[in-house]
């Protein structure tokens, strides 16, 4: 099997996508669980603000933040969009692997150029693509949640993750990649530690990924201006899973039990710890459980 790589620029006044070199790549084969994502729909509806002003679309890659890294150090724009249909080396938190067969969901990653957030804003921007991911969901007429820091929840069980990595010159922030992937059509892959569905078994009815696709990206684009202009916090904090109820908190070094009482406005989590004691845990490498 062969397939096409896209290398797409959108211009601003939407004359129209250009594009501009058509290479090719082998790629196995590989099952494939419904139809690709159809491209001609996505460019039709970008860019989404300051978002997706240059699309790279593949129908199989290894890693969407692999490839939109290597563009944000050949100095891709922010905005800059990678789509692909399928990953093959799909990359999760904590260097977990994230399942993303052909034709079942969304893979993407988009370049962002925040020179003007502190450092402390830039640890929220993993959130930023939670909550665009949630607000897209929830036009569905879904109730999505935000598992802190940054999974997305349906009915209590994951429906996708985000992977925000920032790289840095010295103390200067160079990009960061914004890796966003949601369980659509998929019967999904579950972690270990957490259940997991997608976006049709919960709504129980097909949803196009293209439109979903475009609904997320204009959602995020929203939620990237909050943060910017200072305003994403309380807001945040409205789709918090586990608000008033007691979960672990562990980073692999240790455990602790609180109660979840809010979000502060650099994405950490307030928690009541251990009786009354307020605890402030940074967006970093935590995991929460339900207890
Ligand atoms: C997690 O839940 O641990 C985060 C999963 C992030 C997956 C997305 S899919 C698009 C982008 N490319 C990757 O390799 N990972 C992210």
Do not use: C
């Not at 899973?241 to 039990?257: D, H, L, M, P």
């Amino acid at each position: 099997m062969r397939s096409i790589e896209w290398v797409v620029e959108i211009p601003p006044a939407r004359l129209g996508p250009r594009i501009v070199s058509p290479e090719w790549h082998a790629s196995g084969s590989r099952i494939r669980i419904g139809r690709v994502l159809r491209l001609e729909e996505l460019k039709a509806g970008l860019p989404v603000g300051k978002l997706g002003l240059e699309l790279h679309f593949y129908p199989s890659l290894g890693s969407t933040n692999d490839r939109a890294a290597e563009l944000a150090r050949a100095g891709a724009p922010e905005g800059t969009l990678v789509v692909a249909d399928e990953q093959t080396a799909g990359r999760g938190r904590s260097g977990r692997r994230w399942h993303s067969p052909a034709g079942s969901g969304l893979a993407l990653s988009l370049v962002l150029r925040p020179t003007t957030l502190g450092s402390r804003e830039i640890a929220a921007i993993g959130l930023i693509g939670a909550m665009g991911s949630i607000e897209a969901l929830a036009e569905y007429g879904m109730q999505p949640e935000l598992k802190w820091p940054n999974d997305v929840l349906l009915n209590g069980a994951k429906v996708g993750g985000i992977l925000a990595e920032a790289s840095w010159t010295g103390s200067e922030l160079d990009h960061v990649i914004l890796g966003i992937g949601l369980n659509v059509s998929a019967a999904p892959f579950p972690e270990v530690e957490f259940p997991a569905t997608s976006v049709e078994q919960s709504l129980g009815r097909p949803v196009p990924r293209e439109a979903l696709l475009l609904r997320v990206l204009a959602a995020t684009d929203r939620w990237y201006a909050r943060l910017i202009d200072g305003t994403a916090h309380p807001e945040w904090e409205t789709r918090l899973a586990y608000r008033g109820k007691r979960v672990a908190i562990s980073n692999g070094k240790g455990e602790r039990v609180g109660v979840v009482l809010g979000l502060t406005p650099q994405a950490g989590i307030r928690m009541a710890v251990e009786g009354d004691e307020q605890v402030v845990f940074e967006s970093g490498a935590y995991r929460l459980r339900p207890l």
